[in-house]
């Protein structure tokens, strides 16, 4: 079975500072795995995506994520943080071959001025 | 390219009472799926429609939840009797087809709050 486990409930930064989201993934097989973040009363919008091509993925906004096959990792990261980016951040793998998605439990991210 | 579009944004009902859900994939989309988010959790899948068929309704709690996909584009989400623990966001996301490798859009959703 595929799952997802997000290390912190909660991150605070200050703006300029960097950024980094921990997220550990368990799976059967050679995963996908997404970073999504979610504004208040908007929808999820993907950030980046890892489908076995290279392990460090670039995203939008300036963001970037490694994929850690040994250590079963895939943090996010952003050198310098702005106000913007606070929102809540989900890891996700896929749960199958499908496209069904597994969700991490999200990671609040604030940046404080 | 217009988004996904979902309908009502906000809806609060009666335990008991029925509710139902509208979404519209982005056109041309063969693959549709419904999401359950409770507060403070990360969105769980219901159920996922491939055109009309249903292809994965494991998470769905088909004594009190239904949803259709009539002529493969718009969907419907039901919930008759809702519970109390039935408050939640309801998500819908589309792809362009089934797999692992298509990025799933996502609607705004509808917060439902069940009194």
């Known amino acids: 079975a595929q799952s997802v486990t997000q290390l912190d409930s909660h991150v605070s930064v200050s703006e300029g500072t960097p950024v980094l989201l921990r997220c550990n993934y368990s799976?059967?097989?050679?995963?996908?795995l997404f970073w999504y973040v979610q504004h208040p009363n908007k929808g999820l919008q993907l950030l980046l995506k890892?489908?076995?091509?290279?392990?460090l993925v670039k995203g939008i906004n300036g963001f970037e994520a490694e994929f850690k096959k040994s250590e079963t990792s895939f943090h996010l990261t952003k050198p310098s943080a702005h106000m913007s980016d606070a929102a809540e951040y989900f890891c996700v793998v896929n749960g199958n071959q499908g496209g069904k998605l597994i969700f991490g439990q999200g990671t609040e991210l604030s940046v404080k001025p | 390219e217009a988004g996904v579009a979902q309908s009502p944004r906000y809806k609060i009902i009666e335990k008991r009472q029925s509710v139902a859900f509208w979404c519209n994939p982005i056109?041309?989309?063969?693959?549709l799926y419904w999401y359950q988010q409770i507060l403070g959790q990360g969105p769980k899948l219901l159920i996922q429609f491939q055109n009309n068929g249903v292809v994965d309704d494991s998470q769905l709690p088909k004594d009190r939840f239904s949803a259709e996909r009539l002529k493969g584009v718009d969907s419907t989400l039901k919930i008759q009797p809702a519970k109390l623990e039935d408050s939640a966001v309801y998500l819908c996301?589309?792809?362009?087809?089934?797999?692992?490798?298509?990025?799933?859009?996502f609607g705004p959703g509808t917060r439902l709050t069940v009194t």
């Open positions: 996301a589309s792809s362009l087809d089934r797999g692992r490798h298509y990025e799933q859009y």
């Open positions: 799976s059967s097989y050679s995963p996908s």
């Open positions: 890892y489908t076995s091509a290279a392990t």
């Open positions: 056109s041309g989309h063969a693959t």
